[in-house]
């Protein structure tokens, strides 16, 4: 009687006696990966082990990281745009003041990664 490993072309080596199966990962595309998509893998390995091993053994990890920060920036820019509209932060405050719009920008952005880090990043 064959084994489930064994029906599904599953081989085995002899080390020491012993029966050991030749497990192999699959190979993942190689994307870049920046700053959500590393804090998001941090999340994962800490808080949501079995997902993350999961995403692991499929290989199919690094692919839905990349989709993670692509996502994240995509909303960190319509997040940010529409908290400037609202708060009244255009071009022409940055022609007449550059101090003062690099500061509200800054706040801007901090505002909208807080957003991305509880709706995304931390879920």
Not at 69 to 88: C, P
Request: charged share 25%; with cysteine.
């Amino acid at each position: 009687m064959k084994t489930i490993f064994e029906q599904s072309d599953g081989t085995y080596t002899t080390q020491n006696g012993y029966l050991v199966p030749d497990l192999v990962l699959l190979t993942e595309t190689e994307l870049s990966l920046c700053k959500y998509a590393m804090m998001h893998k941090a999340y994962l390995e800490q808080h949501k082990r079995i997902v993350y091993n999961n995403l692991l053994v499929s290989g199919k990890l690094n692919e839905y990281l990349y989709e993670i920060e692509q996502t994240a920036l995509a909303k960190l820019k319509n997040i940010t745009k529409q908290i400037a509209i609202k708060q009244g932060v255009t071009e022409s405050l940055k022609v007449k003041d550059q101090i003062q719009w690099v500061r509200l920008i800054n706040n801007i952005k901090n505002q909208a990664e807080e957003i991305i880090f509880s709706e995304l990043i931390y879920k």
